[in-house]
């Protein structure tokens, strides 16, 4: 058997094996710590495969999975390939041709790389979004204040090529090692570029906030947006952390420790049940960075393309409207609520902003779509009210 035909097998292996709730990052993992015959070669080329593969969405469902990997390495790819040579050299010969001319080729229509385009927002464009599904997107870092020189000292000795997007944030290829070069979370947190934007609303020279901001990360997860907070703040803030999930709350707990936030309060708390008397006391600003479909950052992760269902876009939005009014009931009068995802569903974001403004005494001071399907990014949505 040819080395691209053990590639093959091994990829189809994978996918046969690869489950629904399964990441197939994690699943790709066991794989290769359960049979160490591979290599570091072969695993980023077989990893490439199966990547590849998901990328394709439900397209070609009359195909093999090896007519399905081998077509989705012809779509995601422009270079010269040499397993498709090997293997399928018709796709090879026509490797430069643009992505509508690849998808005319292997009879593909778009909405069914990405099938659920019915539900996407209005303000998200298509085309582009899901032509961006085709390639991994890339990795972010934003580095913490004055540490950006340091940080970009230490990359270019380690002969890292990065990207250097604004004064805090850089891009590297995807699947950088970074964590034995840079102090994560004190030089530099792992966050996506969008990401990095969400509390840019905050940066207007005419936004009231407290000296000192009592704020509440309702649905913190491991804090990445309240670092950010706190850097934006310049440290002048008080926490309230919870979520769902304690042992995410103990991951928080250690970045907190190492990016040197001291001054916060966090416990578990399920903010879609019965949610009252948490707190005596009520916040200058609240974030919710809601449980979501994750729809924007699936190009990270193109297996949930695969997995998902469209029902789920429902289920999400009850549980984001339960949250969401569940954590008002603690916002002060003046003070800010910001309603975040990482999805691109309008049920899950301008439909549940309208129903929030309807139900609430509240001012909507903005919203919008961080677009990261240009920059290989993902895409966020945010709105910020005032109540």
Known sequence: MSRHHSHIASAIKIIDTCKAGEPLAHHLKKFFAADKKYGSKDRKAISSLCYNFYRLG????????????????FLCNTEGNELLAALQPAYHEKIKLGYAQKCSFLRINEDELFPFSSGLSEQIDKGRFIKSFL???????????????????????????????????IALQPAIKIEELLTINKEAVVQDRSSQQVFNFLLQDDIYLPAHVNAWDCCAASGGKSILLYDILQGNVQFTVTDIRENILHNLKNRFADAGIKKYKSFVADLSQNATALFADKFDLIICDAPCTGSGTWARTPEQVVFFTENQIK?????????????LQYLKDGALFFYITCSVFAQENEDITAQLLKKNTL???????????DMAADTMYVAVMKK
């Open 135 to 169: 390639h991994q997107p890339l990795f972010y870092l934003r580095l913490r204040p004055g540490k950006a020189l340091k940080v970009q000292e230490k990359l270019t000795a380690a002969n890292i090529a990065f990207t250097e997007i604004t004064n805090n944030c």
């Open 363 to 373: 001012t909507l001071l903005h919203s919008e779509y961080i677009e990261g399907y």
């Open 58 to 73: 439900k397209a070609l469902p009359a195909c093999s999975i090896e007519e399905r990997i081998l077509a989705a390495v």
């Open 315 to 327: 289920i999400y939005a009850q549980q984001q409207e339960k949250i969401a009014s569940s954590a």
